[in-house]
């Protein structure tokens, strides 16, 4: 049972099908591609009904990328997922297998231009927003056009709808454990009020718990092969090399960056959101955790500190999640910043 809050009114929410209250597959879609974190996670959405592959007419409801640098190719079903959603989106991953880096940032532009929803786009205002998406550790530009990083060959599935039978989870779990696919199944609910209101949410399915522990393991390997690329120089580099940031200096965890169901009260004076910069510059002992002095990567570090104060998993960056105390400023902010610009 779900229930509505307001004060002390308590309502329950009685669960309904999206078919029942007229909601179409192309409703659904328009409020992912408004709102991707209605799928549970950061993503950046690059197009829908993404329509250039060749000799097929074949379209993958939202094509999108997340903050590691896959591609994610999201397929919906506005009910129950049939016996073949899973068989397209793999189809769709292998069709998106081989968009490079700059033909995706050229699909993004066209799209939000087309939709004439703000300003029109031009490639340095594209390579802006991937770069600062994406974070240091993943993408570089320069400014004068779009952001160069290094694209996942092996796109991300995730498949999204009202309910998921055996026919769609056995051959998922399959999949995951035996050929280590990357596929993720996320059931969104409709409820209604007794005044008709309407309300959706979201519950990832899939990996099922039994498996996260395998999943989260496989992740990290992906990670490190990935950060092991030729890649832009990390921003810790950087600030160091600058004398921007010293070994012992203080960051906290940004407190803007919270979620709002932490089930632990932000305090900058808490050594649970703080860490000291070791001067390091490895790939893990670049911040070590004044909570339990052990060292890691400004993205690891942050991704458990949300993981612990909520219980989800989470795919960031690590470098805007970061504020060093002397300048008040996440460490992107700072990697951004000319060193000429700084007060000394």
Same mark, same amino acid.
């Given at each position: 049972?779900?229930?509505?809050?307001?004060?002390?009114?308590?309502?329950?929410?009685?669960?309904?099908?999206?078919?029942?209250?007229?909601?179409?597959?192309?409703?659904?879609?328009?409020?992912?591609?408004?709102?991707?974190?209605?799928?549970?996670?950061?993503?950046?959405?690059?197009?829908?009904?993404?329509?250039?592959?060749?000799?097929?007419?074949?379209?993958?409801?939202?094509?999108?990328?997340?903050?590691?640098?896959?591609?994610?190719?999201?397929?919906?079903?506005?009910?129950?997922?049939?016996?073949?959603?899973?068989?397209?989106?793999?189809?769709?991953?292998?069709?998106?297998?081989?968009?490079?880096?700059?033909?995706?940032?050229?699909?993004?532009?066209?799209?939000?231009?087309?939709?004439?929803?703000?300003?029109?786009l031009t490639p340095e205002d594209v390579?802006?927003?991937?770069?600062?998406?994406?974070?240091?550790?993943?993408?570089?530009?320069?400014?004068?056009?779009?952001?160069?990083?290094?694209?996942?060959?092996?796109?991300?599935?995730?498949?999204?709808?009202?309910?998921?039978?055996?026919?769609?989870?056995?051959?998922?779990?399959?999949?995951?454990?035996?050929?280590?696919?990357?596929?993720?199944? =996320?059931? %969104? !609910? /409709?409820?209604?009020? +007794?005044?008709? @209101?309407?309300? $959706?949410?979201?519950?990832?399915?899939? #990996?099922?718990?039994?498996?996260?522990?395998?999943?989260?393991?496989?992740?990290?390997?992906?990670?490190?092969?990935?950060?092991?690329?030729?890649?832009?120089?990390?921003?810790?580099? =950087?600030? %160091? !090399? /600058?004398?921007?940031? +010293?070994?012992? @200096?203080?960051? $906290?965890?940004?407190?803007?960056?919270? #979620?709002?169901?932490?089930?632990?009260?932000?305090?900058?004076?808490?050594?649970?959101?703080?860490?000291?910069?070791?001067?390091?510059?490895?790939?893990?002992?670049?911040?070590?955790?004044?909570?339990?002095? /052990?060292?890691?990567?400004?993205?690891?570090?942050?991704?458990?500190?949300l993981e612990e104060t909520t219980g989800?998993?989470?795919?960031?960056?690590?470098?805007?999640?970061?504020?060093?105390?002397?300048?008040?400023?996440?460490?992107?902010?700072?990697?951004?910043?000319?060193?000429?610009?700084?007060?000394?």
């Open positions: 049972m779900v229930f509505h809050i307001d004060g002390d009114d308590v309502r329950s929410l009685s669960r309904t099908s999206f078919e029942a209250i007229d909601i179409a597959e192309a409703n659904i879609e328009e409020w992912i591609i408004q709102n991707p974190s209605m799928l549970g996670e950061e993503l950046l959405v690059v197009a829908s009904q993404y329509a250039k592959f060749d000799r097929t007419t074949e379209r993958p409801d939202v094509l999108a990328l997340d903050p590691e640098g896959k591609l994610v190719v999201v397929e919906l079903k506005r009910d129950r997922a049939d016996n073949t959603t899973d068989l397209q989106a793999i189809k769709y991953a292998s069709y998106c297998s081989t968009i490079s880096a700059e033909e995706l940032q050229q699909d993004y532009r066209t799209f939000w231009n087309e939709r004439g929803d703000h300003e029109q390579g802006e927003r991937f770069a600062e998406f994406l974070g240091d550790e993943v993408a570089s530009t320069a400014g004068d056009g779009y952001a160069e990083f290094a694209l996942d060959d092996r796109p991300r599935i995730l498949l999204a709808a009202g309910s998921f039978g055996p026919e769609i989870t056995t051959p998922v779990i399959w999949l995951e454990r035996e050929f280590g696919m990357d596929i993720t199944c =996320v059931e %969104l !609910e /409709a409820h209604r009020t +007794e005044g008709e @209101d309407v309300y $959706v949410s979201s519950r990832r399915v899939l #990996p099922i718990p039994e498996a996260e522990e395998y999943m989260a393991k496989r992740r990290e390997k992906e990670r490190q092969q990935s950060r092991s690329s030729t890649r832009a120089e990390r921003a810790i580099t =950087v600030l %160091l !090399e /600058a004398g921007i940031v +010293e070994e012992g @200096d203080i960051v $906290v965890f940004d407190e803007g960056s919270v #979620p709002d169901d932490t089930d632990r009260r932000f305090d900058p004076d808490d050594n649970f959101w703080r860490g000291r910069i070791t001067g390091k510059t490895g790939r893990s002992d670049n911040v070590k955790w004044l909570e339990n002095g /052990a060292e890691y990567s400004f993205t690891k570090l942050a991704q458990t500190v989800r998993e989470f795919n960031v960056n690590g470098y805007p999640y970061w504020r060093h105390t002397k300048y008040d400023m996440t460490l992107t902010e700072l990697r951004k910043t000319e060193v000429g610009d700084i007060d000394w």
